[in-house]
């Protein structure tokens, strides 16, 4: 669709109060089938591409902040005539959804799955060497040869084949220039740092296998967030809603029953 000047493309189904979802760094709108399926019995999922992945268009600063991201999600849910009732973001999204969350106190529930922290509290330094080698992978390897050689990093070593053919296929559809940018927000932005703005209900769940961002780095995510609980997704690795779908869905749906008592 075309809205603020803008194109976003973006996966919906089902019908009520609006699940939105945010994919991480390398993957899109098509990772979230079994959400879109199984969470959509009472609910309208949303599952956007993020600017410069999918059909939707990139931001315009070179090396842009989750800020940005937040005000691209915010236009398209206006053009959707949507309010979200669970905002759900997933590694990079999570930034997303927490630059989100801490100008909208209004949201009523937050989900954050295997979140990335990002490194915009350090020095540059450190910013560069977390960031540089994602942006060189991608133009020394492409889209497809990132899929063949990273793609099972995202999962346990349990996983179906269902599974890694459906993370490997999202992540060979990447736009290069997109997922650069999205590499940049990584390093400019501060998932705990926007934390303390938000005072509605979290949950911050993490897959026990996940080695990308691993409890020991998602438990503190929890701890920055005034009103909020962790959960351990077992057997799991950090695609963790692709791995094993019902499980997730389940604590979603287990978390927002809580929410209303």
């Not at 915010?74 to 949507?82: I, K, T, W, Y």
Request: glycine share 10%; proline share 7%.
């Amino acid at each position: 669709m075309e809205a603020h000047g803008r194109r976003f493309s973006y996966r919906e189904s089902g019908h009520g109060p609006a699940i939105v979802l945010l994919h991480g760094i390398g993957s899109g709108s098509g990772s979230w089938l079994s959400q879109l399926d199984g969470l959509s019995g009472e609910h309208r999922i949303i599952a956007w591409d993020a600017p410069g992945y999918g059909a939707t268009t990139p931001v315009e600063s070179p090396s842009p902040k989750a800020t940005e991201y937040a005000a691209a999600l915010e236009n398209l849910l206006a053009a959707l005539n949507a309010e979200p009732a669970v905002l759900i973001g997933h590694s990079f999204g999570a930034l997303t959804a927490g630059s989100y969350a801490s100008t909208h106190g209004d949201l009523p529930m937050l989900i954050l799955a295997d979140p990335a922290n990002g490194y915009g509290a350090v020095d540059e330094e450190t910013r560069a060497s977390k960031r540089d080698p994602r942006i060189n992978a991608m133009r020394e390897l492409g889209p497809h040869g990132l899929a063949t050689k990273r793609s099972s990093a995202l999962l346990s070593d349990n996983a179906i084949d269902e599974a890694r053919d459906l993370v490997r296929w999202n992540m060979s559809k990447l736009n290069p220039g997109g997922y650069v940018q999205a590499a940049h927000v990584l390093a400019n932005s501060h998932l705990t740092g926007d934390a303390p703005a938000y005072h509605g209900p979290v949950l911050v769940m993490c897959g026990s296998e996940d080695t990308v961002t691993p409890e020991a780095v998602c438990r503190p995510v929890a701890a920055a967030y005034p009103n909020a609980k962790y959960q351990t997704l077992p057997g799991v690795g950090h695609a963790s809603y692709v791995e094993n779908g019902p499980q997730f869905n389940a604590a979603v749906l287990n978390f927002i029953a809580e929410q209303h008592g």
